[in-house]
């Protein structure tokens, strides 16, 4: 089951953490799998490389995580739309492949 998990702050998403496998399918033709990893490629490249938004991000093999640094700063209102949208877009993943999608939101309760 892949496993994605927001993290809310301050009443918006300032980050995820995706991790897992969906085994919809065979190794390289899960398209379960592929478009959960498509949508996070898009997503961190969109806050990193387009947005110029300062996140944290961790590819730790079968796990990425993405927080934004600064979540207040004018950069990050547009970076954290797009974690919303991506948040959203899972949401519909989730209820086209039941069972191997869980999404969770989780509140942080400081920054650090």
């Known amino acids: 089951m892949i496993e994605?998990?927001?993290?809310?702050?301050?009443g918006g998403l300032v980050g995820f953490s995706v991790s897992g496998h969906a085994d919809a399918g065979v190794f390289g033709r899960?398209?379960?799998?592929?478009?959960?990893?498509?949508?996070?490629?898009?997503t961190a490249n969109?806050?990193?490389?387009?947005?110029?938004?300062k996140a944290d991000v961790k590819d730790q093999g079968n796990r990425i995580l993405l927080v934004i640094k600064d979540?207040?700063?004018?950069?990050?209102i547009a970076a954290k739309?797009?974690?919303?949208?991506?948040?959203?877009?899972?949401?519909?993943?989730?209820k086209e492949s039941k069972g191997k999608i869980k999404v969770s939101v989780r509140e942080m309760r400081s920054r650090k």
Do not use: K, R
Request: with cysteine.
């Open 4 to 10: 994605a998990e927001f993290l809310s702050y301050g």
């Open 30 to 42: 899960d398209i379960v799998c592929a478009a959960v990893s498509s949508a996070v490629m898009l």
């Open 46 to 53: 969109t806050i990193t490389d387009y947005l110029y938004c």
């Open 71 to 76: 979540p207040d700063s004018a950069m990050s």
């Open 81 to 94: 739309q797009v974690i919303a949208s991506f948040h959203n877009h899972l949401h519909e993943l989730a």
